[in-house]
T-cell receptor, first 114, second 115 residues
């Protein structure tokens, strides 16, 4: 069975600095998708970034980028120029290409220090 | 486009009652998935519907059921509520490419408290 592990329950970073959140996963599949979602105190789950496993190029979305290491089954999220609005729970999620469900990590609480 | 909407946003029920939650997907999206989020178990997949058919179901008891209507709106029902059903229930919609849903977009959730 696939699993997703986020080993950092909580991270803090100074405003305007860079922070990296870790995620590892376990799968025997070759085709899959990986996602980072953000859940602020409002509890709305917001898509941050997505990566297709067949793409070697790391995804980027403005200040957010990933380091996707397929062989190591690692999918970390880098947030540059951290802003107060980035404070939230961040969840890493995995989806098989042939399935409909997201498998989630336990989440990392990101604190931004002004 | 309007996002995914869920109603009601908050709900308080007592043990033994049943509850129905509603989800309206993003216009044009035909796949709707449901997740339960609790502090203890985290996020868990409940089920997914596409074109009024349940295509996949998570590991939940039969008290949890759902359906999808022809306009893609979906409802989930929990019968004989237990204290452990207290959770945030999240609905997500997506538009499959081929047979499989890709990126899922979430609604604001329904927070259910069972007393």
């Amino acid at each position: 069975a696939q699993t997703v592990t986020q080993s950092q329950p909580e991270m803090s970073v100074q405003e305007a600095e860079t922070v990296t959140l870790s995620c590892t996963y376990d799968t025997s599949e070759s085709d899959y998708y990986l996602f980072w979602y953000k859940q602020p105190p409002s509890r709305q789950m917001i898509l941050v970034i997505r990566q297709e496993a067949y793409k070697q190029q790391n995804a980027t979305e403005n200040r957010f980028s990933v380091n996707f290491q397929k062989a190591a089954k690692s999918f970390s999220l880098k947030i540059s120029d951290s802003q107060l609005g980035d404070a939230a729970m961040y969840f890493c999620a995995y989806k098989r290409d042939s399935n409909y469900q997201l498998i989630w990590g336990a989440g990392t609480k990101l604190i931004i220090k002004p | 486009k309007a996002g995914v909407t869920q109603t009601p946003r908050y709900l308080i029920k007592t043990r033994g009652q049943q509850v129905t939650l509603s989800c309206s997907p993003i216009s044009g999206h035909r796949s709707v998935s449901w997740y339960q989020q609790t502090p203890g178990q985290g996020l868990q997949f409940l089920f997914e519907y596409f074109s009024e058919t349940q295509r996949n179901k998570g590991n939940f008891p039969g008290r949890f059921s759902g359906r999808q209507f022809s306009n893609s709106r979906s409802e989930m029902n929990v019968s004989t509520l237990e204290l452990g059903d207290s959770a945030l229930y999240l609905c997500a919609s997506s538009e499959p490419k081929g047979q499989v849903a890709e990126t899922q977009y979430f609604g604001p959730g329904t927070r259910l408290l069972v007393l």
